[in-house]
Nanobody, 121 residues
Framework: QVQLVESGGGLVQPGGTLRLSCAAS????????MGWYRQAPGKQRELVAT???????NYADAVKGRFTISRDNAKNMVYLQMNSLKPEDTAVYYC???????????????WGQGTQVTVSS
């Protein structure tokens, strides 16, 4: 069982910064991929960034050059540093753990409760 708790969301002006944190508890496998997704009202949940245990990262085009994902394997934590925030970054941000399970190697996702990020003047 995996439990994820996000923190660090809030209200920030355009051009500002926020740092999101996610604490994972339970059994985290060495092959698990951790990441951040976001969902704005009326829109589909979308990938923001992912990171492997070894530090390989992947970013959505919309956040490249502005956001940085990092992972502390010893503490089972993942972070999202968000710089130069824009109003279109406003969304609920969710921490994610993706695991491959079973004989068919099916992807299984675990989600946090989400934290609200609002970018507005």
């Amino acid at each position: 069982q995996v439990q994820l708790v996000e923190s660090g969301g809030g209200l920030v002006q355009p051009g500002g910064t926020l740092r999101l944190s996610c604490a994972a508890s339970g059994s985290i496998f060495s092959t698990d991929v951790m990441g951040w997704y976001r969902q704005a009202p009326g829109k589909q949940r979308e990938l923001v960034a992912t990171v492997t245990r070894g530090g390989t990262t992947n970013y959505a085009d919309a956040v490249k050059g502005r956001f940085t994902i990092s992972r502390d394997n010893a503490k089972n934590m993942v972070y999202l540093q968000m710089n130069s925030l824009k109003p279109e970054d406003t969304a609920v941000y969710y921490c994610n753990v993706r695991r491959r399970e079973g004989y068919l190697s099916t992807n299984v996702d675990y989600w946090g409760q989400g934290t609200q990020v609002t970018v507005s003047s």
